[in-house]
């Protein structure tokens, strides 16, 4: 793996030891100022004034004398960042700030001294200078963009060491980074301790907010979209992304791929599966769809859930047929054509119900009672009810009726590429039924009620655990 680390160089970043200081010329101590609690005196910046040179004018003195110099030169940050690095650097870049004309604060000479210590210790050193001002945030971001960006096509792995340079600058390279997956080290320059890794604990809490929200809308399509590198959770969002759109050998693919993780998720891996991995009658499809088209209620895709209710409405007449006559309507009896063969031997069990078909017209067609389809399945519905057969669901009737006053609304979508919204769908029931009173009563018919979507509510729980 090929590795660089980049540099955000300041004027801490060379220092000489105390121990040392007695010993140094005073053409070069007159220009330091000391810390006693971390034992290193630096140039001070501030105080140069007053030897009437500036930060850029002292730095400038140290380059022309290094080979001097570099006996007493300490790089105390530069070896607490390359001490918490495991992976072998193949390259280095340095980057601070070089204005034109020079600032009194520039670091560029200290980025020719680091440069030719790195280069003595044989590693690969290049500087990045910006020529931008190092306070402004927008000019910083844009520099270090394009230099990670001109960086990472070259090295698999970017290590950002950002505790020299003004506070704009390390807040862009943050910025700049978010989501690239880079490492950043912050060592700090109070007390040289530790490594404070906080960046992507950051990147997390922003990621984390980002996908709360779009579960709030169950937005899984969204979540695949961004930088999150969980394959559980990657798993997760597609198992739900097919399983809404009622898809499950798809969605089965995925749950088993988290399943193989063999971690202490597995049970909850199972049980998802569990719940799609048999073969569904027409009550568990009426489930699935049910609560497919309570998450696009949710998301406000109206469009959507109303294809849903109807292809419930397609379908809501066969489980009572299979009830009450004793039979089976599954995927191959509806497709034998052309004679249905399956379908009329089940037909002509019951010679009234034929006698009864046979009555029935279509406007001023004959009802084609041979080819089982929702209008056929109605009417057969119908003379069960009427026979005493089975007793309809107390909401069976109101459900059917709004659904039947809604086909226009469906053939508008179909036909006429028209857009729907809450308002179209509520002026087309009937007065005495809201449209919440609809949803509720058809989750009671089904057997689920509505805003009960355990399942989902089970999927982005365990998404926001994973990203802790």
Known sequence: MKTALIILLGNRDIQIHESK???LKAKYAQFLSHNEKEGYYVVDKYGAAQHKKSFFEISELFWQDYDYLINFFEFPLWQKTIDSIDN????????????????????????????????????????????????????????????????????????????????????ASHFAGLFRFYDYIAISASDNSSPMKTFQQQETLILYNIVEKMLNTFDYEGINNLPIQNDEIKNLSNYAIARIALNHCYALKFIEDNIAFENENKDFYQNLKDEINYNFGIRDLERETFLSANIKFKQKSYGDYLWRLFTIHENMSIPIIEQALKTRIDKKMLKNKPDYT??????????????????????????????????????????????????????????????????DLRNDIAHNYEGIGLNNIEECLPKKITLEFFNEMLGEYIGIKWNSIDTYNRINKKILDLLK
């Open 88 to 171: 072998e650097i193949n390259k280095i870049f340095i980057s601070t700030s070089n204005q034109n004309p020079p600032n009194k604060q520039d670091c560029a000479y200290f980025a020719y001294i680091l440069k030719k210590y790195l280069e003595s210790k044989k590693f690969d050193v290049e500087i990045k200078f910006s020529e931008s001002n190092p306070t402004d945030f927008e000019s910083m971001f844009n520099f270090y963009s394009e230099l990670f960006n001109s960086i990472e096509k070259d090295f698999d792995k970017l290590i950002i060491s950002n505790t020299g340079g003004t506070p704009q600058m390390r807040t």
């Open 342 to 407: 399956e379908w009329n031997e089940v037909l002509h069990k019951y010679p009234e119900l034929i006698e009864y078909l046979k009555s029935k017209k279509i406007g001023k067609s004959e009802l084609n009672w041979t080819v089982p389809n929702r209008i056929v399945f109605s009417y057969v519905s119908k003379w069960i009810f009427k026979k005493g057969l089975l007793v309809p669901h107390k909401y069976f009737n109101d459900i059917f009726s709004c659904l039947e006053n809604l086909k």
């Open 21 to 23: 200081y007695n010993d």
